[in-house]
């Protein structure tokens, strides 16, 4: 096999992982999906998105911050290296349909979504919603971080698991 996609550096004192620096833990999609999945039947949908979404979102915006410095990036770069990482970590196959930082708007399609195991492949909803607020956070660092206050929100248009669409697609507009 080729190298890997990523760096991992492993601490041999803590057996910590790290990729540029910053802590990452590695969990089989089954056992984040187990979890994910249990959280959801207990508080539903709609309340587990109100709950993750502001923890989502400060994460990818201090990621954004954190790569921005470390990979010396500004701009849309960052914002692509963002959508580059999450698909080489696994999350599924992210592609910027298009994206205007000044106005505050960005389209993203996602192919292979993580969250679209076997069992919620044709459940007919949609599954992806938590990636909306890692959008919301990557879009606004890279907005601020050119002088720009813009808030915007984030939503999944539509979603593979909903069996009509091999792929899931999200919009950022202003909020």
């Known amino acids: 096999m080729g190298r890997p996609a990523v760096d991992i550096q492993v601490d041999e004192d803590t057996g910590r992982w790290s ?5 990452m833990i590695l969990v089989p999609q089954h056992f984040f999906l187990n979890n994910h999945y249990a959280v959801e039947a207990a508080l539903g949908a709609e309340q587990l998105e109100n709950i993750l979404r502001p923890a989502g979102y400060k994460s990818a915006y ?3 911050q954190k790569e921005a410095g470390y990979h010396k990036l ?8 963002y959508m ?12 910027i349909v298009d994206i205007a930082p000044e106005a ?6 996602l192919k292979n979504s993580a969250m679209v195991d076997e069992a919620h492949r044709n459940c007919g909803r949609k599954v992806c919603y938590m990636f909306a607020a890692w959008l919301e956070g990557s879009i606004e660092y890279v907005t601020e971080s050119a002088g720009l206050k813009r808030r915007v929100k984030a ?3 539509y979603c593979a698991a909903e069996g009509k ?5 999200f919009e950022v507009a202003p909020a």
Request: charged share 25%; with cysteine; proline share 2%.
């Open 19 to 23: 990729v540029d620096g910053l802590p």
């Open 62 to 64: 201090f990621w954004c």
């Open 74 to 81: 500004d701009g849309v770069a960052v914002f692509r290296h």
């Open 84 to 95: 580059k990482r999450i698909t080489q970590r696994g999350w599924g196959q992210f592609e």
């Open 104 to 109: 505050g708007t960005a389209r993203v399609m």
């Open 155 to 157: 939503q999944e248009i």
């Open 165 to 169: 669409h091999d792929h899931c697609m």
